[in-house]
């Protein structure tokens, strides 16, 4: 018996293996692919996860981080600066999602994991001490990264609530004609995004697809092509075509009993602002040390509750901001106006600064019990009796991490061994700060010294 299976080996999968694998978990993923994807519908890797990778020594292995500014979009209107609201790390990070998934097969195969491919999981039974899986495999737990039409989700009996689709949506790599602008472009008719590389992608807002599961032909795809764009648009050598929605839908809960879900078993919506991976591989992180510290006896009462308390919320409000993106961006006429003046609006500093944290993940805080707490951590340089080191060091084996930067030998004690202590001096306005696996402040020291033993108590053995 595995300690955890987790069903479906995308990047959050793999990722989520890894998590688990790094903290000595034995941990199987079963994925229904003989062989892994070669195509990515996704690319774009943002501040916040970019911070999380780093933390665990996989931030340049896995793309091509952009510091400094990077003009980005809201439904299509280019006028955010990622860069304003990174303070320091990568804006960005461009990592294609079959990349990204290799990058996490890997390191969670050299940490120990088993990968079992061409294994289609479509039931599961849940009993008092184990779950058994329709393939046969048995674990302790079960997590459900499977996708939006997760086996996992429906077997555990979790509803997917939301709203359905409205807009039909196809893409694929072609060969396009020389001249064909690239980029974002809204016609009275829908949309038209030309990437690099000769992929074409249309959101047709005439309504959803009859038949999500009919295959994508060229012709379709260059008939809907042309009737938004307008004019003729030669196509040829078609690869990797696929069809999809804007149904926006999350799990009621991200928990039934010892099953789980995570990313798109999880939540689901359209792509605008690419948030939808970013989200998923933020929920591997939070969950991984959560699940390892159940695995392994370590985690206080109601450890493994706090996953769901603390990423539904967040997928809820990306769910959100993404249903008024494509709100926006209606291709009727009708819209123009409210188009123009939130173009206008996005030029004030306090509008790009609230959707550029948003759209990035890093105005991410979690609710962790301690006022002044829950923020992601920045990367401190502590000046150690045995030299400088980093946080992001500090944080590559996901451990408790407790940082004393004023002598506070009475807090130490305190922590005891439920944390990693590390005494020296950092350019930061605390005296002390106690830090989760996943990067997040748990505790400051301008919570007072009496709520540390609380803090503690709800996160760590």
């Not at 793309?63 to 006028?79: A, I, K, L, N």
């Not at 042309?226 to 149904?247: H, K, V």
């Not at 790009?352 to 829950?374: E, Q």
Request: net charge negative.
């Amino acid at each position: 018996m595995f300690d955890v299976a987790v069903v479906g080996g995308g990047p959050v999968g793999m990722l989520l293996a890894a998590e688990l694998a790094l903290q000595e978990v034995d941990v199987v993923v079963v994925e229904r692919r003989a062989v892994p994807l070669t195509e990515s519908k996704a690319g774009t890797l943002h501040a916040r996860t970019a911070q999380s990778l780093d933390r665990r020594g996989l931030l340049t292995a896995v793309g091509h981080p952009t510091w400094g500014s990077v003009r980005f979009h809201f439904s299509g209107m280019f006028g955010l600066d990622l860069g304003a609201v990174t303070h320091g790390g990568p804006s960005i990070v461009g990592s294609p999602q079959a990349w990204a998934e290799h990058v996490f097969a890997e390191r969670a195969q050299a940490l120990g994991a088993t990968i079992m491919r061409g294994q289609e999981v479509t039931g599961l039974d849940q009993r008092d001490d184990h779950v058994l899986l329709s393939n046969g495999v048995t674990a302790r737990y079960v997590v459900g990264a499977d996708g939006a039409r997760s086996a996992v989700r429906k077997a555990a009996g979790i509803p997917f609530d939301g709203t359905g689709a409205r807009v039909a949506a196809l893409m694929g790599e072609v060969r396009l004609p020389p001249g064909l602008p690239g980029g974002y472009h809204r016609t009275p008719r829908g949309w038209l995004i030309v990437w690099p590389g000769g992929r074409i992608t249309t959101y047709d807002f005439r309504g959803p697809h009859a038949d999500r599961e009919a295959p994508v032909t060229l012709e379709e795809l260059q008939e809907v092509a042309e009737y938004i764009a307008g004019f003729p648009i030669p196509m040829s050598d078609p690869r990797s075509l696929t069809r999809y929605g804007d149904a926006a839908l999350q799990a009621r809960a991200y928990r039934s009993g010892r099953v789980l879900l995570a990313g798109d078993a999880a939540h689901v919506h359209f792509p605008w602002g690419g948030q939808g991976l970013n989200t998923g591989l933020e929920d591997a992180v939070n969950l991984g040390w959560k699940l390892a510290a159940q695995v392994k006896g370590r985690a206080p009462d109601g450890l493994l509750d706090t996953y769901h308390a603390e990423r539904h919320p967040v997928a809820a409000r990306v769910l959100w901001n993404v249903r008024a993106q494509n709100a926006l961006a209606d291709p009727d006429p009708r819209m123009d106006p409210l188009r123009e003046l939130f173009a206008e609006l996005m030029r004030f500093d306090e509008v790009n600064t609230y959707l550029s944290g948003m759209i990035s993940g890093v105005d991410t805080v979690y609710d962790v019990g301690v006022p002044g707490a829950g923020w992601m951590a920045p990367d401190l340089t502590v000046t150690t009796d045995r030299g400088q080191v980093t946080l992001v060091e500090l944080l590559r084996a996901a451990r408790p991490l407790f940082l004393d930067l004023d002598g506070r030998s009475d807090l130490v004690r305190a922590v005891g061994t439920r944390a990693r202590v590390v005494s020296g001096k950092a350019d930061s306005p605390f005296q002390a700060l106690l830090v989760r696996p996943d990067g997040y402040v748990a505790w400051t020291s301008e919570a007072g010294d009496e709520t540390l033993r609380g803090a503690l108590d709800r996160w760590f053995l």
